[in-house]
Every structure is written in structure tokens, then in C-alpha cells.
């Protein structure tokens, strides 16, 4: 699909332009950035050349400052 949706929101200071890193068990998965806000929720675009693998239902995020 080209885009995640986080399970964080606008209540956690998530913002459009915010870039979270992805990881699963540890290891990098890849990054994403937050292109706009619906209903609250985050819709991320995945960042081909910084993504290794499939970003899976699970993985975790961590915001980039």
C-alpha cells in the first residue's frame, strides 16, 4: 500500500511531518513519516530507501526528533 497507520495520535503530539523509526525483535524494520492526521490517527508514508523489509502489524515505532 505505500502507508502505515499508527496506533499513537494527536493526544501523544504526533504531528504531520513527524518521522518515527520502525523496529521488530530489535532489529530496524525502516522509517516512516507522518503525511496527515484522519480521525486523529496518523497515516504514515514508509520511506522506500530507509525501509529493509515489510513493516508489519506489531512492529514498533519510535518518534524521531
Same mark, same amino acid.
Request: glycine share 12%.
Given at each position: 500500500?505505500? $502507508?502505515? /497507520?499508527?496506533?499513537? !495520535?494527536? &493526544?501523544? =503530539?504526533?504531528?504531520?511531518?513527524?518521522? $518515527?523509526? /520502525?523496529?521488530?525483535? !530489535?532489529? &530496524?524494520? =525502516?522509517?516512516?513519516?507522518?503525511?496527515?492526521?484522519?480521525?486523529?490517527?496518523?497515516?504514515?508514508?514508509?520511506?522506500?530507501?530507509?525501509?529493509?523489509?515489510?513493516?508489519?502489524?506489531?512492529?514498533?515505532?519510535?518518534?524521531?526528533?
Amino acid at each position: 500500500f505505500g $502507508f502505515v /497507520v499508527l496506533d499513537l !495520535g494527536a &493526544p501523544d =503530539g504526533v504531528r504531520p511531518g513527524d518521522f $518515527f523509526s /520502525v523496529t521488530r525483535a !530489535g532489529e &530496524p524494520v =525502516g522509517q516512516v513519516c507522518v503525511r496527515k492526521m484522519l480521525s486523529g490517527l496518523p497515516i504514515c508514508d514508509i520511506i522506500a530507501d530507509k525501509t529493509v523489509t515489510a513493516i508489519l502489524q506489531g512492529d514498533q515505532v519510535r518518534q524521531l526528533k
